[in-house]
C-alpha cells in the first residue's frame, strides 16, 4: 500500500454519509461491527502515513480530520454502543485502542505498539 491509497482509505473510513455505509465509523454508528480485515486494513494504512509523515511539520486539515475522527469517534461510538446493549467483537475495544495508538504516534512522530 501507498501513501496516497493509505490516505484516501483513512479518509474514506472516518466519512459517515449513507453514501459511504460501508466506512468504519458509519457501520458502528449504526451499531455494525467492522466487516473482516477491516481494522487490518486501517492499521496498515495508518502505518504507511506514519512512515511517510514521521519527519513531517505538518499535517493536512482532511487527514488529520480524519485520524481525529478515526481515533476519538470509534471510542466514542463504542462506548455509545455498548451502553445500548450492542455486543461488539470481543477484540475490536482491543482494536480500536491500537488505532488510537497508531493516530497518537502519526501525531507525535514516533510509534508506538498496544504492548
Known amino acids: 500500500m501507498n501513501y496516497e491509497t493509505a ?25 455494525k461491527p467492522p466487516v473482516p480485515g477491516h481494522v487490518t486494513s486501517i492499521l496498515l494504512a495508518l502505518k504507511v502515513v506514519f512512515e511517510e509523515l514521521k519527519d513531517a511539520t505538518i499535517i493536512e486539515r482532511e487527514l488529520a480530520n480524519s485520524l481525529y475522527q478515526l481515533s476519538i469517534k470509534s471510542q466514542q461510538l463504542f462506548a455509545a454502543g455498548r451502553k445500548a446493549g450492542i455486543e461488539w467483537p470481543p477484540l475490536l475495544k482491543e482494536d480500536l485502542l491500537r488505532i488510537t495508538i497508531a493516530v497518537e504516534s502519526i501525531f507525535s512522530g514516533d510509534w508506538q505498539t498496544l504492548h
Do not use: F, V, W
Open 7 to 31: 490516505r484516501k482509505l483513512l479518509i474514506d473510513q472516518a466519512i459517515t454519509t449513507e453514501e459511504n455505509s460501508d466506512a468504519l465509523l458509519m457501520r458502528m454508528q449504526y451499531g
